[in-house]
Structure formats: structure tokens, C-alpha cells
């Protein structure tokens, strides 16, 4: 028997790894904690059903272009079932008149070393998420005798879970951002909520974003469930939209991040990296001035680059900009056209979860 699962990070080795789906994928219909992140603006406001076929179709071609990227390098790639995803779902706490997709898997699956725990996410849309990847654990458990396959405490998601009416539809970009200032956000501390994206991996320690999909109380569940771990609490006051860390601060090797320069990391949360010698380097402006057609994510896609190893990325084709300042920074850059995925729920890193990534859990912050 192999050993199939081991990710301590995002940069080292990378040998095996989700890649996810956009069949089936469906704008979903408004709920408490979804609407505040569509942006008033958006075409998407008061529309949910079924994502048009041709883009859902484009979206799939990018990601299988991923995939062959990724195999030619060598990296065994695994995909989710996707469900029907316009299904209603219930719970004994509340009704939903449709799922969303198996993209991004980022958001769902946390790998730390040998366990892949799925998450406990705030969106009602996106309760059975997780069954998209129950086949792949499924087999990572009866091939890896090490693997640990977690469920995290699944939230009730009940109407408690969320303020009501946090956001009106006039509130300004100044307001949202003093809320953000103020740490507050649309959950509420009933229960630990989390995507899986707002959790950025550096072997000892465990960075979680304080924002729209993730609560305090995850916070404080995490390190009773890690007591071996040292979690640490990141916000990033300049976001209007605070959702998951992977558009915003970006770990490319040990000792260096991009930082996305709207969103500053405060100064009292540096001082861990400065103290350890880490470079927080802004991350180069997107080379667009607007997401794409019925997207979620922020043109801050650009950063979402996909580390293979400390000295190789695959950044997005259109990013230029982004490009050039990797290969400044000494990476070996793969362009990987995916545009036409983000509408789907994100870019490279997004669209993966790791799996397997050569190395071992240190500490990099003594
Ligand atoms: O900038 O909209 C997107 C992150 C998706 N995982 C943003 C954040």
C-alpha cells in the first residue's frame, strides 16, 4: 500500500492533486450568507438557476487544459463526481432551492499532511459539496493506510448562523469597509464556520482569515482540534469583500509572499514574518480592469497562482503583469490559460486541492 495523501504546505513538491468540475454548476438562489458577497452591481443580483451550457462547456476545457499542464509534469491528477446541483436539499434546520458545483475543491477540502478534512461552510448552497469528493476519499482510504479522511463538525446553518439584513442594498464601498475594519461580518459565533480557503498552510502554522465564510469560532475550533499547531487570526482591513485568502496573501517559497496591495496584512500580524525574515512583497497589478460575466471572485484572480515547487508556478496567461513580477522574484512561470473558469468560483489554486506534495511539517516561524 502507497502512501497517497501528505500536504504541509503550498510550495513544496507537488505530486498529486484535485483538479475540480464545472458540470452541472448553478448560480445559486439568495440566501443569508451568499448575497453579501455578490456585489450590488452584478448582473448576478436576484438571478439564480442552471450556468449557461457553452460557458459551463469553456470552463470545462480550461480545467481539462489544466489537468494535461499538470500531467506532463508528472503530477497524478484526480477529479470529483460532480451531483445534479439544481437539486433542492433540506436539513432538519433549513431548505435550499439548489446546490452550487464542484468548483473550486479549494474551498471544501483541507489537507494537513496525512488528513484531508472537508469543511464546514457557511453557504446553505453548498452543504453536500462535499459529496463530489467522497468517491476519491473513498479510495485514498481503502490505497493509504495512513489516511486520515475527517469530516469537520457540520454547522446547523439555521437562521442563527447569520446577521440578517447585515448588508441593505444601499450600503456604500466606505461602509463595507469600516465593517471590515470592524471585524464584522455576516456570521455570527453560534458555530465554527470555515471555507477551506481561508486556511493558508505553513507546516507548524496554520493562518485563517477572519471574513464573510469564516467565523472566530472556527478559529478557536481548530486549535483545540490542532493542539500541535500554532493557529493564528489574519484580516485584512482594505477588502470590501473578505473571502478566502488565496486572492490576497500568497506564499510562493519559504521566507517569500505577495501580498495583495489593497489589502494590506495589518502591521501587528507582520511582525511573525518580519521576526522570521519572511519577504512580504505586493503582488503586481491584474492585467484586467473587471472580473468575467457572472463571476463571484475579484480581478485579484491574477495572484491565484498555483505553486509546483519553490522554484515553479503556473500563473494565468492574460496576467502579465503578475507573470513578469514571479519571474522577477526568481519562479519559473507557466502560463495556464483559465479565465473562463473563474466565473466557476476561482483561479488556479482555487480550482485544486492538494493532495500529495513531497516534504515534511517544519517550523518556519521558530
Ligand atoms: O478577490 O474575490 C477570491 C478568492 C477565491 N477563492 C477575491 C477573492
Same mark, same amino acid.
Given at each position: 500500500m502507497a502512501k497517497i495523501v501528505n500536504s504541509w504546505n503550498d510550495w513544496d513538491p507537488l505530486k498529486r492533486v484535485i483538479v475540480g468540475r464545472c458540470d452541472n454548476s448553478m448560480i445559486p438562489p439568495e440566501e443569508p450568507a451568499t448575497s453579501e458577497k455578490v456585489?450590488?452591481?452584478?448582473?448576478?443580483?436576484g438571478m439564480w438557476g442552471l450556468r449557461p451550457a457553452k460557458t459551463v462547456e469553456r470552463g470545462n476545457e480550461c480545467l481539462d487544459n489544466l489537468v494535461k499542464i499538470l500531467e506532463d509534469r508528472g503530477v497524478v491528477v484526480d477529479r470529483p463526481t460532480p451531483l445534479q446541483w439544481n437539486q433542492a436539499i433540506g436539513t432538519p434546520d433549513f431548505r435550499n432551492d439548489s446546490m452550487m458545483t464542484c468548483m473550486p475543491p479549494r474551498d471544501i477540502l483541507l489537507t494537513v499532511g496525512n488528513e484531508i478534512m472537508a469543511s464546514a461552510n457557511s453557504f446553505r448552497c453548498r452543504y453536500f459539496e462535499y459529496l463530489a469528493y467522497w468517491p476519491l476519499m473513498k479510495q485514498y482510504f481503502d490505497e493509504d493506510p495512513d489516511f486520515l479522511w475527517t469530516q469537520a463538525p457540520?454547522?446547523? /446553518?439555521?437562521?442563527?448562523?447569520y446577521k440578517h439584513?447585515?448588508?441593505?442594498?444601499?450600503?456604500t464601498l466606505e461602509e463595507r469597509l469600516v465593517r471590515t475594519a470592524n471585524k464584522d461580518f455576516v456570521t455570527t459565533e453560534v458555530e465554527p464556520m470555515w471555507d477551506a480557503a481561508d486556511l493558508m498552510r505553513m507546516g507548524k502554522d496554520i493562518f485563517i482569515q477572519h471574513g464573510l465564510t469564516t467565523n472566530r469560532t472556527a478559529m478557536d475550533w481548530f486549535q483545540r482540534y490542532y493542539p500541535e499547531y500554532r493557529i493564528h487570526a489574519v484580516n485584512f482591513p482594505?477588502?470590501?469583500?473578505?473571502?478566502?485568502i488565496d486572492a490576497t496573501f500568497v506564499p510562493l517559497r519559504p521566507g517569500l509572499i505577495i501580498n495583495n496591495p489593497h489589502r494590506k496584512l495589518p502591521e501587528e500580524q507582520r511582525a511573525i514574518f518580519e521576526a522570521n525574515d519572511w519577504q512580504i512583497v505586493e503582488a503586481a497589478q491584474p492585467a484586467h480592469d473587471e472580473p468575467p460575466?457572472?463571476?463571484?471572485?475579484?480581478?485579484? /484572480?491574477?495572484?491565484?497562482c498555483l505553486v509546483l515547487d519553490p522554484k515553479t508556478v503556473i500563473v494565468e496567461a492574460s496576467e502579465v503583469y503578475q507573470q513578469e513580477q514571479m519571474d522577477k522574484l526568481g519562479m519559473n512561470v507557466i502560463p495556464c490559460d483559465?479565465?473562463?473558469?473563474?466565473?466557476?468560483?476561482?483561479?488556479l489554486h482555487c480550482s485544486t486541492a492538494d493532495v500529495y506534495r513531497e516534504g515534511e511539517c517544519l517550523d518556519y516561524f521558530p
Open positions: 456585489p450590488v452591481d452584478s448582473e448576478m443580483r457540520r454547522p446547523r /446553518l439555521t437562521d442563527a448562523s439584513n447585515y448588508y441593505d442594498e444601499k450600503i482594505g477588502d470590501p469583500y473578505p473571502i478566502h460575466a457572472l463571476c463571484y471572485s475579484s480581478v485579484w /484572480l491574477s495572484m491565484n483559465l479565465r473562463d473558469a473563474y466565473p466557476f468560483g476561482g483561479g
